[in-house]
């Protein structure tokens, strides 16, 4: 037996693997996940009356949340969208609904335009590229969601819901300092509740 040590993959690894992994589900479920998101989401994640809601339009094989978001406007929902503001920075929440006006903003998703209304969001729904038993998360490697809900949690209570396709579901992920816990997940399989700890 080698006395060498064994490290665990490091995140870029971890993305990679997680990435190819979510674009084969992505073709293999087509657009039928969305609904089942919906569906899981409007029965099991607690929500106040008129509470406002951010998503994302989706990129690559992201799991699609604008089903949702149309139809939690409908039931009376603020919903908005974000917008990458500099590199550093937390994101910025604008006004959404069902047949806005939208512009291309950074890595080719869909922002609102700059004249609509800034929110804070209650509930934040956020992609992801994996996600762990405890509510870890693993992005793209950029930060913004980890700055973000970091600077809202400082100020608000705001609770984020990871969006992703169950097979996204690793044991577990690398976790550092600066990582940000999901609140849920949901799935195209279900919803799962996570007690918030430190990562």
């Known amino acids: 037996m080698s006395d060498r040590p064994v490290f665990s993959p490091s995140k870029s690894v971890i993305r990679q693997q997680a990435l190819e992994g979510r674009a084969d589900t992505h073709k293999a479920l087509g657009g039928s996940a969305a609904q089942a998101i919906l569906d899981h989401f409007l ?26 978001m ?40 869909r922002v609102p335009l700059k004249k609509s209304e800034e929110i804070l969001p209650d509930i934040l729904l956020v992609p992801l590229v994996a996600f762990d038993l405890v509510g870890g998360r693993l992005g793209y490697g950029g930060g913004f969601y980890d700055r973000t809900l970091r600077g809202l949690r400082a100020k608000r209570t705001c609770v984020a819901v990871g969006i992703a396709y169950s097979a996204q579901e690793r044991d577990s992920l690398p976790h550092d300092v600066y990582d940000e816990p999901l609140d849920w997940v949901v799935t195209e399989k279900g919803s799962r509740r996570f007690e918030r700890t430190s990562l």
């Open 43 to 68: 029965a099991d994640v607690p929500r106040t009356s008129g509470a406002s809601v951010a998503g994302y339009f989706p990129i690559r094989s992201e799991a699609d949340p604008v089903p949702l």
């Open 70 to 109: 149309a139809e939690l406007a409908t039931l009376g929902h603020t919903c908005a969208l974000p917008r990458v503001m500099t590199s550093e920075s937390p994101l910025r929440f604008f006004r959404w609904a069902p047949g806005s006006e939208t512009e291309e903003g950074a890595f080719g998703t």
